[in-house]
């Protein structure tokens, strides 16, 4: 063992004591936070982090070192602060969009007693986990009609969080419209572009004109503040209660199949019982710039035993030309069997990253729609 791999190997040692004194530590924020909810104090305290920081200084000699120190401290309090909100107010969870479209319903769907937090496009929802504002994000990653939502997809490329869960949601597009209009008024109809595609056919067939919105539940909303009986919006049911609307034609969808998946996406991978049965894991590669590279590394996948469920390209936006593959894959890839096909796998890959492993969970609409047909 050279000098490199001793040091190394004490500091995943330091690391592992870290890990112990973190939990304790926590432990300890855990019951400040139950003693300033119980006493009515707030969780930043200016004077008392002063008083933390300005100790933590006298700790160290070496003047470089306590410079260090004292951001190390400072980092521990953020995150301290962070985890005493998330107990006093609940688990934030992230969705893009606004109240009443699918994003929300999924979210709450999955944390139905969680504290949802909207944001206006993907990457800040996404962000909003990455900086600890909130625990998970709710995000679409593929229509059973549209197909892939790639700006979500780069993101889990490009990004640090985890796949844990993931939802399959029934999309049913209504026409829905101001409680005094009836079809026949419309002349226009407002939705997200993927919304207008999968009712392509219904409103050419009524001659409707069209215009886009951010999401379904923006487009309702739209409608509800224009009070304008000659436009509609396509949406759930669900938005158009929330925003005053009624349903002018249900299942306007051409599929009637429509099912979008949601993953749930957090800063930690998930951890199963070994052997657990249903389990999916996405991987997540670059192959080398050499011929025959990825099907020797689809070959290795085969070899080991996993069955690939979905395999798709997309530009990984470092050079020209150049792709990363997605590839879900049955099984847990974190389970200790999979550590000889990773090894194996890497060197056909320039980048390799098992980006979590999950279960697949229906919504009880989805699951309906399956029986009525």
């Not at 401290?73 to 602060?81: G, L």
């Not at 962070?82 to 969870?93: D, F, P, T, V």
């Not at 215009?211 to 009070?227: F, I, P």
Request: proline share 2%; glycine share 6%; aromatic share 8%.
């Amino acid at each position: 063992m050279n000098e490199l791999e001793k040091s190394r190997q004490e500091i995943d040692e330091i690391d592992r004591g870290l890990a112990q004194l973190f939990c304790r530590r926590m432990e300890s924020v855990k019951n400040v936070a139950l003693y300033k909810s119980a006493h009515g104090l707030p969780v930043f305290d200016e004077g008392r982090e002063a008083q933390v920081l300005e100790r933590a200084a006298g700790r160290v000699d070496d003047p470089l070192l306590r410079s260090y120190y004292v951001l190390f401290v400072r980092d521990m309090m953020e995150i301290a602060k962070k985890y005493e909100h998330n107990i006093l107010e609940g688990q934030k969870i992230s969705f893009s969009g606004i109240a009443g479209g699918f994003s929300e319903i999924a979210a709450r769907s999955l944390f139905p007693d969680a504290c949802r937090v909207s944001c206006p496009d993907f990457e800040e929802t996404y962000k909003a986990v990455v900086s600890g504002e909130c625990d998970c994000a709710v995000l679409p990653v593929e229509n059973s009609y549209a197909g892939e939502v790639g700006q979500v997809i780069d993101l889990i490329y490009s990004g640090s969080l985890y796949i844990t869960q993931m939802l399959e949601l029934e999309v049913t597009q209504n026409l829905v419209g101001l409680p005094a209009s009836s079809t026949e008024d419309i002349k226009e109809v407002i939705s997200h572009p993927q919304a207008l595609a999968q009712c392509d056919r219904y409103i050419k067939e009524h001659g409707f004109g069209q215009s886009t919105a951010e999401n379904t539940a923006v487009a309702a909303q739209l409608v509800s503040k224009r009070k304008d009986k000659s436009l509609a919006a396509i949406a759930s049911e669900e938005t158009a209660a929330l925003y005053g609307l009624r349903v002018l034609e249900p299942h306007i969808n051409r599929s009637s199949r429509n099912t979008t998946k949601f993953a749930v996406l957090s800063r930690a991978a998930a951890s199963f019982a070994a052997g657990e049965k249903g389990l999916h894991s996405l991987l997540l590669l670059t192959v080398n710039h050499e011929a025959g590279s990825l099907a020797k590394a689809i070959a290795v996948i085969g070899k080991y035993g996993y069955n690939m469920i979905t395999l798709r390209s997309r530009p990984s936006g470092k050079k020209r030309w150049s792709y990363y593959f997605y590839i879900e894959i049955e099984g847990d890839l974190f389970e200790g069997r999979a550590k000889e096909m990773l090894e194996e796998l890497r060197s056909y890959c320039s980048d390799l990253r098992v980006a979590g492993a999950y279960r697949t969970h229906k919504c009880a609409d989805s699951e309906k729609a399956e029986e009525r047909q």
